[in-house]
């Protein structure tokens, strides 16, 4: 017997002992019992009939009686005796069937390509079959150092604990699957039902699990899985894939306003020529790299041009999906885009890294696509619908001359448009210096002067001046937003210098600058500002950095970082649009600003809302509190200022004093002192 015997596991047979035997054996005792009994009465009869003294009147009569009752003891004896031989035989055949049963088990388990074992009530492994080596590379002596529930995976260990305690509980388990580590790392999974071995007190004492290596079978079945959904010849995902994912994307997308995304349909250009005059296999072995240039394409456009927004829950975690669709059509689902432009833009440059020559059979081919786009400002429901607008955009494309993209909805066309006409207007602007610095007075309440002012960019087109409000977001988008305000800073600082010197006071005038978040993020910020300060000659201690609540109280870290570096230049720092943003106070505290510039929001409410009101006199509050000064942005009238005065705000700027306007007309207030009536209000 080898060393998985169960011998030497332990005492135990791992078969029960059925109840056939014990009934035997009970009636064997039984039987042994009335046979010493028989056999002793028999004896003490025989004793004392034939002693003579206590068989003084014997006589003939006598004598026979006595025959007659030994002869029917003797028949008795001799019918027990068969009986008892009758029963001994049936015990030896169950003996000899147990055994065989006995050695059937062992041969079944040392040779079964599944996995035997027998464990304890409390989980120890009393025996292995050998195939628990073949499978999973442990020896026997390995495996009788190690758990069972630790080789489990530990995502799986509740369900195959639930299952033991389900066999133990009712004698049969139901089958698991789960997956066990191999000595060598590797995961293998098992398919496993135990049952119960119970003692004669009914007790589940032990468990026999059979385990099935199915291993094999669950790769074969992911195979299947993965063709079922992935083209063959460039394992992209394929159409019924590409459908589902979509459809995932369009139900988000109605229950998230703010995620967008969009459908790009490939459509290859005289793929056919190509496949006629090269042969099939070229054509394939072209599809292959064409579906491997995109994903690369996809990949980078993705890391160039399109910045993610992470708030929307559920998103789709593999992001982007680049298909094939069937012949020489690929489709790109466009995951969470910020503006349907994202789309033509991806799209453009797919285009052009396409247009790089693929070489096939050594042979140098030129393709190009065409391009389809639809996107989820579309009203359809039904992905199949999306694709098929995409399609048709795609089919105008090649109509309108190959290698060209269109988008499948009017509004979006004309949107799509009108933004690329904005940034190429934003990036002439710049180039021809139609950017002009307005500046807009900050006013100290208490004496009603000047005490600096807000740079603020204006557009000077030949239509007229455009806002900041219609093109920062845009600027800020395309990174155009950097050499802005680089430039803005420039010529902001010069004029800083003039009016101090002609203005001289103290302290001396400061500026206020705009920080956008993209600036913000700029490692060389804190130095290209030195640069301008150095240039023009501006002390830092006359700048005033104004960044958004949002920006300044985000990323602890990150943000921390930047706000001590700015800090070192010796630059002040005030929070712009403070009330806006949901930012926890407590921050405020650790990071080093100077200046809480209120919303104009609550300014303009305050004197209609008394809720405004407050949170204008709570805002002022805290600020004082932590040592900060206070500026109150939007103020348009009087009441306002009275108000502002009364809550002890330091600083006001708005247009009850002067809308933003240029340089000249900053001069000529600060020659009037014109605000000398704000220094009076309320008194
Ligand atoms: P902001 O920094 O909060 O600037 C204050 C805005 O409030 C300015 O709008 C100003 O014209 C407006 N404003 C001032 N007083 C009043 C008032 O009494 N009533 C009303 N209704 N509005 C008033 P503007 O110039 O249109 O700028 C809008 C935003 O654009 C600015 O908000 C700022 O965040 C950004 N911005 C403007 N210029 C620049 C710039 O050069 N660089 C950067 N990074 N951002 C800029
Ligand atoms: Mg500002
Ligand atoms: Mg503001």
Not at 167 to 187: N, P, T
Not at 344 to 355: F, G, H, P, W
């Amino acid at each position: 017997m080898n060393q998985h015997s169960f011998q030497q596991v332990g005492q135990h047979s791992p078969v029960a002992i059925p109840t056939e035997m014990r009934r035997i054996e009970g009636r064997e005792w039984w039987l042994w019992g009335f046979t010493i009994a028989v056999t002793l009465t028999l004896t003490l009869g025989i004793i004392s009939f034939t002693i003579p003294w206590l068989n003084r009147e014997t006589d003939a009569s006598y004598w026979f009686d006595l025959r007659e009752w030994v002869r029917g003891l003797a028949a008795l004896v001799l019918l027990f005796d068969f009986y008892s031989v009758y029963q001994h035989l049936q015990l030896h055949r169950i003996r000899r069937q147990l055994a065989e049963r006995d050695q059937l088990f062992q041969l079944i388990s040392e040779n079964a390509a599944d996995m035997i074992a027998l464990v304890d009530s409390d989980g120890r492994r009393l025996y292995n079959s050998p195939a628990y080596e073949r499978v999973l590379g442990y020896s026997p002596e390995e495996l009788k150092s190690t758990s069972s529930i630790e080789q489990i995976h530990p995502d799986d260990r509740p369900r195959v604990l639930q299952a033991a305690e389900k066999a133990r509980l009712s004698g049969q388990g139901e089958r698991v699957e789960y997956r066990i580590r191999h000595k060598d790392g590797s995961w293998r999974t098992l398919e496993s039902t135990a049952c119960a071995i119970r003692n004669a007190a009914g007790q589940t004492d032990k468990l026999v699990i059979v385990n099935r290596d199915i291993t094999e079978r669950k790769r074969a079945e992911e195979m299947l899985a993965h063709n079922a959904f992935h083209d063959g010849l460039t394992n992209l995902p394929n159409r019924a894939l590409f459908l589902d994912r979509l459809q995932h994307a369009l139900t988000l997308s109605r229950r998230h306003a703010n995620y967008k995304f969009a459908v790009l349909l490939f459509d290859v250009d005289e793929f056919k020529i190509i496949n006629d005059s090269l042969g099939h296999t070229a054509g394939d072995a072209l599809l292959i790299q064409i579906g491997q240039r995109l994903k690369e394409s996809v990949r980078r456009a993705d890391m160039v041009s399109r910045p993610r927004m992470d708030d929307v829950p559920g998103r789709l975690t593999n992001d982007d999906t680049l298909a094939r669709l069937g012949g020489d059509e690929f489709a790109i689902l466009l995951d969470d885009i910020r503006d349907p432009i994202d789309a033509v833009r991806v799209a453009e440059r797919v285009q052009v890294e396409l247009a790089i020559p693929f070489t096939v059979n050594q042979q140098e081919i030129v393709v190009s696509a065409s391009i389809g786009i639809a996107s989820s400002t579309s009203p359809h429901t039904q992905a199949e619908d999306l694709v098929r607008d995409a399609d048709i955009a795609m089919y105008r494309a090649k109509r309108a001359g190959k290698a060209r993209c269109e988008v499948s909805d009017a509004a979006m066309h004309a949107n799509a448009v009108k933004r690329l006409k904005l940034e190429t207007d934003l990036r002439r602007a710049l180039d021809q210096g139609e950017f002009r610095v307005h500046y807009q007075p900050i006013v100290s309440l208490q004496t009603g002067k000047i005490t600096g002012f807000e740079a603020l960019t204006r557009w000077q087109r030949p239509e007229g001046i455009v806002s900041p409000i219609e093109f920062i977001a845009v600027a800020e988008e395309i990174g155009l937003i950097i050499p802005m305000n680089r430039q803005l800073l420039r010529e902001a600082c010069e004029h800083l210098r003039i009016w101090q010197s002609e203005f001289p006071s103290s302290p001396p005038l400061t500026l206020s600058v705009n920080i956008t978040p993209r600036e913000f993020a700029q490692p060389d910020l804190a130095t290209e500002i030195r640069k301008s300060l150095e240039q023009t000659g501006v002390d830092p201690g006359c700048l005033q950095l104004e960044i958004i609540e949002t920006i300044a109280m985000g990323d602890a870290e990150k943000s921390g970082h930047v706000l001590s570096q700015l800090k070192a230049l010796g630059a002040h720092l005030s929070i712009d649009d403070f009330g806006t943003g949901y930012s926890s106070l407590s921050r405020l505290s650790r990071i080093p600003v100077d200046t809480l510039k209120i919303d104009r929001a609550f300014i303009s409410r305050m004197d209609s809302d008394p809720e405004s009101r407050e949170i204008v006199r709570v805002i002022i509050m805290l600020a004082h509190n932590l040592g900060l000064k206070v500026v109150a942005e939007g103020t348009e009238t009087e009441e306002q200022i009275k108000l502002l005065k009364e809550l002890d705000c330091e600083m006001a700027q708005g247009y009850f004093f002067s809308r933003p306007a240029d340089d000249q007309a900053m001069t000529k207030l600060l020659a009037s002192n014109h605000f000398a009536r704000a220094a009076s209000v309320g008194r």
